[in-house]
């Protein structure tokens, strides 16, 4: 792989030991997948910041890098983090674990990192522009990014995120590339769509099709005449979490989609497979919910102002987290929905979400209207799982 002059002053290490190690990344990187030339970033979102996937040998790491002197070159945001941040007692976080986190939080800070911890960096001021190459690590926001934005970025690692902060720069190979982002399967959609638990319901049927396929496929969905930002958010994170999809263009809606015409190879996806996919989603053994969560990717404004009015002057019954970014929240505080919201009883929990937060054991069986946090509570946290659509979700905490 070619590196410019400068590229090749970080691997001297004449931007000291921590530019050095994410150059070296980089470098090894782009050599085992082939790429020819780094190509500058212009964003930068890094996953794996809870301290319950890190532990103290991703702390150890961290705190290295920023003592060596790494500092982010371009706009940095991390994903959710464990806890609350500034409120980690209201959602039972231990102390300990707190104060892990809390160090996990200061590394990124010390390295000019953005601490706001969110799965929707585009929703508040992380938003790349079309076409431009950045370097995000969430599945979630990777597919949003690629395929709603049309900017350009691999599922970036941890590491491999940080690398590219702290140099601006990732390897060029990959969805970087043209070529490398034409569709190569049709998926035509003759199921009816209402509301984000059915677009999350999509994301799961179509990603068990693609898996079924047994390659790495980019769907050309055709078939889906509208869908709101919200929906094509719960789009992508099911579709990541289910057919590890980074991208896949939307006939008429996403950006890419009309240079490109329908690949012959086609899966269809019917009213009965939207229904199967809802189905898997619910726990048979279900007994009693005690835990409902909303906001698996964090919620927008829109849905908590929806939030705001379902909850409006009545209670909930069970603990009840809301999940979204610290911007989302004080926007959300000045309009007023945050003290309705809070009169009912429900939480807010910023910064973190029901799946990286350390709740193994707390809680028997989630309600959500989220595809991902399905599989995840399931699979991490051993939860049973109650699907619902998004008012569906607020009935069963009133209940
Ligand atoms: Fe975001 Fe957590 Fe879901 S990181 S996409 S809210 S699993």
Redesign the pocket.
Known sequence: MKLTREEQEFLDGRHGPAARKAMEILAALGTIYGAERLVPVTSVQI?GVSYDNLGEAGLHFLSEMAAGGGRAQVLTTL??AGMDVENPEALGIPAEFAENQRRVIDAFARMRVVTTC???PYLFGNLPHFGEHIAWA????VCYANSVLGARTNREGGPSALAAALTGRTPEYGYHLEAERRPSVSVEVSAGLRGSADFGALGKAVGQKLEAAGQRLIPYVRGVPEASGDELKALC?SLATYGGAALFHLEGLTPEAAQYSAPSQTLAITTADLEAARRSLNDAALEEVDFVSL????LSLNEIARLADLLNGRRVTKEFWI?TARPTKQIADRMGYTAIIEASGAKFAVD?????APIRGRFKALATD?A??CY?ACAKNKFKTLFLPFDDVVAEALR
Do not use: D, Q
Not at 138 to 141: G, K, L
Not at 295 to 298: E, F, I, Q, R, T
Not at 352 to 356: D, E, N
């Open positions: 996953a994903n959710p969110s799965c929707t969430e599945s979630s926001a994170a906001g698996c990717p964090h999940t973190t979400c029901c799946v990286v989220s991902k946090a995840y």
